[in-house]
């Protein structure tokens, strides 16, 4: 079992900038794949980005290719995503989450563990 816990969310206006983090606690996830996804209100959770657990490979959604890098610290057991150029489509909770025998699906239900998610607010 592995506990997921998410910060780094909070309101900023369009064109700012956010880095969110998400801690691992448990057992190690520095042999997962790691995935981002987000949720607004009334739409269903969407992908956004994964890393691989070496961090040779990862993937974006075309949403925020270009604005939002993920990473990884190995050795701390926590993922980040930085967000860049921040839009108010990008409204919305965000939760990190684990893959554990695959190299970064788009769907949610390929990911066995998650946080409770950190809502991030983007003014205009």
């Known amino acids: 079992q592995v506990q997921l816990v998410e910060s780094g969310g909070g309101l900023v206006q369009a064109g700012g900038s956010l880095r969110l983090s998400c801690a691992a606690s448990?057992?190690?996830?520095?042999?997962?794949?790691m995935g981002w996804f987000r949720q607004a209100p009334g739409k269903e959770r969407a992908f956004i980005a994964s890393?691989?657990?070496?961090?040779?490979?990862?993937n974006y959604a075309d949403s925020v290719k270009g604005r939002f890098t993920i990473a990884r610290d190995n050795a701390k057991n926590t993922v980040y995503l930085e967000m860049n150029s921040l839009k108010p489509e990008d409204t919305a909770s965000y939760y990190c989450?684990?893959?554990?025998w695959g190299m970064g699906s788009v769907r949610p239900t390929e990911y066995t563990f998650w946080g409770q998610g950190t809502q991030v607010t983007v003014s205009s």
């Open positions: 989450a684990v893959e554990l």
């Open positions: 448990g057992r190690t996830i520095s042999r997962n794949t």
């Open positions: 890393i691989t657990w070496d961090s040779r490979s990862t």
